[in-house]
């Protein structure tokens, strides 16, 4: 790479860092181009020669802030991984990441602006839930038709899934609520797994053989 292309990758990311908190603290509707070129402290023709509009500067940032946790999935679901191992590990993954302050803070960004903001929700899906959603019934289609998993479609498998990996803690969160002393926590993805398998597995005894 040349000092050049150094450079402009530095400001990029920069670029997408200022944005990042300007949406964050501003709501998509209320973040403009002028607004994040002003804090960036440079000129609005700067920061359109990197992004041609809001939108796709929306879009890098979701990309950018989901870029490692998309590689871990396609490793964790790989399709010639174990299938026990792969879900309990999906489940793991996926918990931890929608419970992060970040992701808790966007998904209450979004849901607050409604249709205000239409545009950053179908954005924000496709490259974060909608690709997660396809990885994984890339994955549970290979065991379906390996006869290891029956009773819905792939997609309906991972959707059940989600369900079960979000839950109300989740909704907790996103309203802005702890757990009280006693309630109920996350079930660990073990038991996410268990509730899963019971409903799709073939037979339990090849999915702990396959595992």
Not at 31 to 37: D, I, Q, R
Not at 120 to 133: D, H, K, L, M, W
Not at 186 to 208: G, H, T
Request: with cysteine; hydrophobic share 40%.
């Amino acid at each position: 790479m040349s000092k050049r292309e150094e450079r402009r990758g530095e400001r990029r990311a920069t670029i997408l860092e200022t944005a990042g908190a300007c949406f964050l603290e501003h709501g998509y509707a209320g973040t403009t181009m002028s607004a994040v070129a002003a804090r960036l402290g440079g000129s609005k023709g700067t920061l359109w020669s990197y992004f041609s509009s809001k939108e796709e500067l929306f879009a890098a940032c979701i990309e950018e802030k989901t870029e490692i946790f998309r590689a871990e999935l396609v490793q964790v679901l790989n399709p010639g991984a174990p299938l026990r191992p792969a879900i309990e590990g999906f489940c793991r993954r996926f918990m931890a990441k929608i419970r992060e302050p970040q992701s808790v803070a966007l998904y209450q960004l979004l849901c607050g602006e409604g249709t205000r903001a239409g545009e950053a929700s179908r954005i924000f899906y496709e490259r974060g839930p909608g690709v997660v959603q396809a990885l994984l019934v890339a994955f549970l289609s290979g065991h379906e038709a390996g006869g290891r998993l029956s009773g819905g479609t792939p997609l309906e498998m991972a959707q059940v899934l989600i369900s079960l990996c979000t839950g109300i803690s989740h909704q907790r969160a996103l309203l802005g609520l702890t757990c009280p002393q006693g309630a109920t926590q996350p079930p660990p993805p073990e038991k996410i797994a268990d509730l899963f398998f019971r409903l799709y597995a073939v037979n339990e005894a090849e999915v702990k053989r396959v595992a």
